[in-house]
């Protein structure tokens, strides 16, 4: 049973340029959320698609776009990267039409440098 | 708004003693969930355990087991004769009505052997 995959592992940016990064779900997930989580604290919640629209969003700016495709993968895009955006960025699958709440699992994360 | 907690930032203990991480949330929800995460070195978040609003029966699960107290609004996580394996970072997390996630800063165990 496959797991969150995502990618890269690590990306080296540098402030201004733009970034793409990818998710694929659980095997049997609809619903893709997106993390993210500075040095030393918890994750921040960005922002959640099911059935390809932004279900919901975190206090994050514009610049913190996303989507996803018909077979549930998505893509976290960020424009005019800021130092700041520095970050390891999580992604997690869950089963949107579950009971409210269901458990989200995480992928490994990708690790984003801004310089 | 909603709230968690985890007042305890680092903890060192040696192999096999019992080492308790505790977890304060805040929410004016009736209805929510809680969640314990582990997170190795890799960074990979691993879910250990959900629990709902309405079921404070305690859990145990192997060298795990789980408190949740509504009175206290907390939910804490003990492991039993700790190993080396089990350092890592633990996060507690809330859900709210809005099906996000809600994390706590985290606490650091360090299992020494």
């Known amino acids: 049973d496959a797991g969150v995959t995502q990618s890269p592992t690590h990306l080296i940016k540098t402030r201004g340029q733009q970034v793409t990064l990818r998710c694929s779900p659980k095997?049997?997930?609809?619903?893709v959320s997106w993390y993210q989580q500075a040095l030393g604290q918890g994750p921040q919640f960005i922002f959640q698609?099911?059935?390809?629209?932004?279900?919901q969003r975190g206090n994050f700016p514009d610049r913190f776009s996303g989507h996803q495709f018909p077979n549930y993968s998505s893509e976290l895009n960020v424009n005019a990267l800021l130092l700041g955006d520095s970050a390891l960025y999580l992604c997690?699958?869950?089963?949107?039409?579950?009971?409210?709440?269901?458990?989200?699992?995480f992928g490994p994360g990708t690790r984003l440098t801004v310089l | 708004a909603q709230k968690v907690t985890q007042a305890q930032t680092e903890i060192s203990v040696v192999e096999k003693e019992d080492v308790t991480l505790d977890c304060v949330y805040e929410t004016r929800d009736t209805t929510y969930y809680l969640f314990w995460y582990k997170q190795p070195p890799s960074g990979e978040l691993v879910f250990l355990i959900r629990?709902?609003?309405?079921?404070?029966q305690n859990e145990i699960s192997g060298r795990y087991s789980w408190n949740f107290q509504k009175s206290t609004s907390s939910f804490n996580f003990t492991i039993t004769a700790s190993q080396v394996v089990d350092s890592a970072v633990y996060f507690c997390?809330?859900?709210?009505?809005?099906?996000?996630?809600?994390f706590g800063t985290g606490t650091r165990l360090q299992v020494f052997p």
């Open positions: 997690a699958s869950s089963l949107g039409l579950a009971e409210p709440w269901d458990t989200q699992y």
């Open positions: 698609y099911y059935e390809e629209e932004e279900r």
């Open positions: 095997s049997g997930h609809d619903t």
């Open positions: 997390a809330l859900s709210d009505n809005t099906d996000k996630l809600i």
């Open positions: 629990r709902n609003s309405f079921d404070e």
